[in-house]
């Protein structure tokens, strides 16, 4: 598998990387995820990485990165599912992912970025 | 019964087979889930940095045990153009790649031991360490 | 065969393996371990009867120096294994340092009756058969010493998990109490439990409360936020409470930066927050 795929649902993009991405691969999941957003118009992104077993500076970066574009594009991202040893790595390593919202499963992400989404836009 | 594993790095797919081979040996040698996601974090930074900044080199991976400890220890080198300034590499922040720049500096935090040694024109090698 | 040059021990031990053993199994008899009545005759006669087995098979290639070599693998196993049964049976270290010893004196009577006619090399080979037996004794000593750290090592394990607790006192709301001095061991078990306990019980909102930290200083306080920030990255907000005067009088001088972290004097204030947050409302009931 060479593709993460990307669904809809209602306005918000939802993907899973279920796979260690090497650096290409997460290049283009980046490029991926900012057309579909443009493609479609959606509100909010949520990256579940729960299957990840290791998040490094690179990799981190890549979402970071994603997440600050999404955001000049208009969409809040949610980054679901970080692991406890991932998370403990990011900190003593300290990498800071900015831009991002966190959220313990894909769930809690969806309801987190509604919530955001009424604050900023009110309900509908 | 000394364990050695050795990775070529040539590009990023590489990288995560080093790391693969980091975490088979760091479960092996009885790390727990944070220790062996430090361990394999720290050799995706080393491997990721060899084939950004030498093309290639390599990482050997080795269980250790002296007395009543037991380790891993990692060693990553290359033939690369080596690092002009080490201390500053080491310092958060830097990087002359787009990374986060904290690869050198954040590996050194996840393990016990950190040494480097680098010379311009001629290479660089990394040798990490963490005991059990 | 008593020919030329030096003696040959291994030659030695393996023709007169069964009369050596008998006469070791009945010097034992005498010594103070089998007087205390801790292991049976027949055991003992067991135990020497496979080390001397073993050694035997050792020595057979004429190495009485290197006991890391493959030939002593055997021996090895068999030491290990014997300092283990017998620490448990109530042997001290000693005493069964003191059994592999006792069989120097009895090959030492073989070697004598058979070479009684070359003193120089019945020297030389006393001496080499006395410095193998030596490093055998030693390896029961180190067995012995690395069980009794493996002991030390599971208590303080055993004792870091009961000293870092997590509790879920609601849905979604963990407390976690912290009593005494926080060191790096501990604060990493910390960040650790509390993180696994975010997983397992998919709570939102974590309280790590201070009240029974003695002291803060700039490495504790830097330790607590890491653990905060961590939690943060899984989707769990943290309130930090018990902090009392002093504990803020620190923090403030010290310049510790609590990087928007929600504090609370108290665990109550911090758990009237935190239902606050999940839209939970406590009431007395009517009636």
New interface residues.
Partial sequence: MDKVPILKMGDTLILAIQVELHDKMAIRLQEDILKEIHDTGARGLVIDVSALEVVDSFMGRVLSDTASMAGIMGVETA??G???????T???MGLE?KGVH????LE??ME?LQNIGEIFYGED | MEKIKEVVINNSEDVILARQAAREMARETGF?L?DQTRITTAVSELSRNIYLYAGTGRVIIRALSKN?KKGMEIVAEDRGPGIPDVEMALQNGYSTNRSLGQGLPGTKRLMDEFEIKSEVGVGTTVTIRKWL | MAGKGALNISELLTKKEKEILDEWVKAQADNLASRRGLIPEKQQREDSARLLGVLVKAVAGGNLEDITAPEYDGVNRFLASLAASRANQGFSPSETATYIFSLKNIVFKFLQEEYSDRPEALLKAAIDFSALVDKLGLITFETYV?GR?EVIREQQKSMLELSTPVIQIWDEILVSPLIGTIDSARA?QI??NL??S??AT???IVIMDITGVPAVDTEVANRLL??M????????ECILTGIGPQISQTIVHLGVDLGGVITRASLRDGLTLAFKRLKLNVARAEG
Avoid: Y
Avoid at chain 1, 102 to 105: G, H, I, M, S, T
Avoid at chain 3, 229 to 236: N, S, T
């Fill in positions: 980054l679901v970080i692991r406890p040893e991932i998370a403990i990011l900190q003593e992912l966190f959220a313990l499963n809690k992400g987190l | 727990g944070a009543l | 690395k750290e990493r960040m650790e993180l696994e975010i997983v998919k709570s939102s890491r653990t920030q961590a939690a943060k990255l899984m989707g769990a």
